[in-house]
């Protein structure tokens, strides 16, 4: 641990002091105008610091919130992971043809804002005589159809690195590694300074600059709380290997969705998952090694 | 670098070694497998085979063509006719797939037509046509049955519902069609926020 400059004595007085002052003037005036749901969300403490009764308050608090804003009952999940669980990910670079079927159904699954518009998902276009070129590559490609001669495709999401480099950078924890390894965020929690998304070697963050926007009769109402449930503006958000589904057993949404079965999820514990079969027996390379950023995320040559 | 000369001959020894055909009495690096002509299947029961049945996996229907199955409503009343020919019906099937010489009953069964039949001569339900599929194609046979080749939905860590080798690909002319791609992103130059300006 590095010695946090809060320990020295005559710096807390100086902070305590101007807390204080701050927290006063702010307080009374912010405390005075609001509802008790508002002030609720403004204290609220950090999502692993809840106890199981704050927590509770914490989720209805936000169904109740979500479900009048959706005019339908929207669930909020607070499912942990589970144990021996490493979730991993394998996508076969043989195999995808590049339709974007996987990061569409990303938006939806996770009720990603339309407009302005974010995906977790970023299908690259690459020349096959120059291999994986990320500098090369085109995630605008907008052909009739798709696979083009001579092309192929590199989806790129949350690695879900195992050294993230975006958990290190963000100055108030509010995005951090879960046991079964997929990073996620605290919408709650994160004050917008997007220090992780210029971490991230792999464009995987992606902030909401505006209110995010999605029709309500398209949002899906399952959410989880480090996962896809609403989220306001000014916060970060990424790809959780769809922990909603995942944690009950579920595949990822993008998983489901490929028409051509390129993409793998399972248990990276387990010897017998798709996962480990790829891993064991296919040619295995993960994006930008050289960074020691450890990604769960694998591509390989099924052919 | 350079290594000290009785290790080199060493090295040397070992790939003339490795090299000559094992004629001598010396043992032989690869022995080949006792009694030669036999297939090393035959020798390892639990190795996966081509057409072993019996495995659980829960596919969906067959991607029948509306109407053409059962195929013996038709070919009961009809007599077969082995000789190779230009058909008058199934005019929408354009045989594609493999050499020229791929005829129809190489995979259909030309009595039972509700069945397709192996090269071995076992006949299998269309259910089950990825066990005649994997006569052929046996690598991706066997990276389907552990779900590495092919498409699985359900569950990562329970029931899966996987998918025929002809609900992806046309029996008769396997390739897989090239798809329209969904809208690219708006490049972040074109995204502005609402209320922006
Ligand atoms: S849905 Fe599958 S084939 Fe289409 S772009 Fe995504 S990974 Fe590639």
């Known amino acids: 641990m590095e010695p946090d400059p809060r320990d020295d004595p005559s710096e807390s007085s100086r902070r305590q002091f101007l807390k204080a002052v701050g927290v006063a003037a702010s307080a009374g005036a912010f405390l005075a105008g609001c509802d008790e749901a508002t002030r609720e969300a403004f204290f609220q403490k950090h999502f692993k610091e809840l106890d199981k009764d704050e927590l509770a308050k914490v989720i209805a608090r936000l169904e ?3 479900s009048a804003k959706a005019g339908k009952p929207v669930t909020v999940d607070t499912t942990p992971a589970m144990d021996g669980v490493l979730f991993g990910y394998a996508l076969d670079l043989s195999r995808c043809i590049g339709c974007r079927r996987c990061v569409y159904a990303c938006v939806k699954e996770n009720n990603q804002s339309r407009d302005p518009q974010i995906h977790w998902i970023t299908v690259l276009e690459m020349k096959k005589e120059r291999g994986v070129d990320i500098f090369e590559s085109d995630p ?4 009739k159809e798709v696979p083009r001669p001579g092309h192929f495709y590199m989806p790129v999401q949350c690695q ?3 050294n993230p480099p975006c958990v290190k950078t963000c100055p108030v924890q ?5 046991p079964d390894g997929i990073v996620v965020v605290d919408y709650n929690w994160c004050i917008g300074c997007r220090c992780c998304m210029s971490a991230c070697p792999y464009g995987a963050r992606h902030f909401n600059w505006a209110d ?6 398209e949002l899906n109402p399952v959410t989880h709380y480090l996962g896809n449930r609403p989220r306001p503006r000014g916060v970060v958000e990424k790809c959780t290997f769809c922990v909603q589904r995942s944690r009950h057993g579920k595949y990822p949404a993008c998983v489901e969705i490929c028409p051509v079965g390129a993409r793998k999820f399972g248990n990276l514990l387990d010897p017998a998952s798709e996962v480990r079969e790829v891993i064991g027996g296919k040619r295995v390379f993960i994006l930008k090694e050289e960074l020691n950023t ?6 390989f040559y099924g052919v | 670098m350079t290594l000290p000369r009785p290790l080199l001959l060493l090295v040397a020894a070992i790939i003339s070694l490795s090299c000559t055909p094992s004629v001598s009495s010396k043992p032989a690096l690869f022995p080949p497998p006792e009694g030669e002509g036999t297939l090393v299947a035959d020798k390892a029961p639990d190795a996966p085979r081509a057409d072993a049945g019996g495995e659980d996996f829960p596919v969906p229907p067959p991607p029948f063509t509306e109407g053409v199955f059962p195929c013996s409503d038709c070919h009961a009343s009809m007599e077969t006719d082995l000789t190779r020919r230009e058909l008058g019906m199934h005019d929408y099937i354009k045989l594609e797939h493999g050499p020229r010489e791929r005829w129809c009953f190489d995979c259909h069964n030309p009595t039972d037509r509700d069945k397709l039949r192996l090269a071995s001569g076992a006949l299998v339900p269309f259910s089950e046509s990825y066990r005649l599929c994997g006569q052929c194609h046996g690598d991706k046979y066997r990276d389907w049955r552990v779900g590495v080749h092919g498409k699985r939905t359900g569950f990562w860590n329970g029931k899966k519902q996987y998918l025929l080798c002809a609900h992806c690909h046309n029996p008769h002319s396997p390739h897989f069609r090239p798809l329209q791609p969904l809208p690219p992103p708006v490049a972040p130059a074109l995204i502005k926020a609402k209320g922006a300006e």
């Open chain 1, 294 to 299: 450890r990604p769960k995320f694998f591509y």
């Open chain 1, 64 to 66: 109740k919130d979500y």
């Open chain 1, 160 to 162: 879900q690195c195992q």
């Open chain 1, 140 to 143: 605008y490609y907008d052909s």
């Open chain 1, 212 to 217: 995010p926007s999605v029709p309500i009769d």
């Open chain 1, 174 to 178: 509010a995005t951090w590694q879960e």
